[in-house]
Nanobody, 125 residues
Framework: QVQLVESGGGLVQAGDSLRLSCAAS????????VGWFRQAPGKERDFVAA????????NYGDSVKGLFTISRDNAKNTVYLQMNSLKPEDTAVYYC??????????????????WGQGTQVTVSS
C-alpha cells in the first residue's frame, strides 16, 4: 500500500522559513517523480514544485521561484520543500504527490497517481 505522509507545517510569521517533508512508503521511491501542490480555502489546487525521480530536474510555480527549493533523498524515501521568506498568501494546505516513471518534474495535478493527506501552513502578517 502506497503512503505519502507530509509533515513540517505550522504557524509562522511573514518572512520566516519552514521545511516540509514528504515521506513515502510502499513504492520504489526512486522510480517516482514527486510534486508539491497547495490549496487555500475556496481556491483551486495550485502547483508549487516538482522533482524528477533522480532529482536531476526540478520545476517551480511562478509565485515560488527563487523562494522555495525542492530536494529529495532517495535513500530515505523523502522529498523536502524548503520554503523561505514566507508570505501570508502562502497560507494553504500543502500536499505531496507521486507519479511512477517520473523522468520529468510534472506540474499538473492530474498526472500524479498518489497523494498525501496534506499539512497546513499558516503565515501570519
Amino acid at each position: 500500500q502506497v503512503q505519502l505522509v507530509e509533515s513540517g507545517g505550522g504557524l509562522v510569521q511573514a518572512g520566516d522559513s519552514l521545511r516540509l517533508s514528504c515521506a513515502a512508503s510502499g513504492l520504489t521511491f526512486s522510480r517516482y517523480a514527486v510534486g508539491w501542490f497547495r490549496q487555500a480555502p475556496g481556491k483551486e489546487r495550485d502547483f508549487v514544485a516538482a522533482i524528477s525521480r533522480s532529482g536531476g530536474s526540478t520545476n517551480y510555480g511562478d509565485s515560488v521561484k527563487g523562494l522555495f527549493t525542492i530536494s529529495r533523498d532517495n535513500a530515505k524515501n523523502t522529498v523536502y520543500l524548503q520554503m523561505n521568506s514566507l508570505k501570508p498568501e502562502d497560507t494553504a494546505v500543502y500536499y505531496c504527490a507521486a507519479v511512477f516513471g517520473g523522468i520529468r518534474p510534472y506540474s499538473t495535478a492530474y498526472e500524479y497517481h498518489y497523494w498525501g493527506q496534506g499539512t497546513q501552513v499558516t503565515v501570519s502578517s
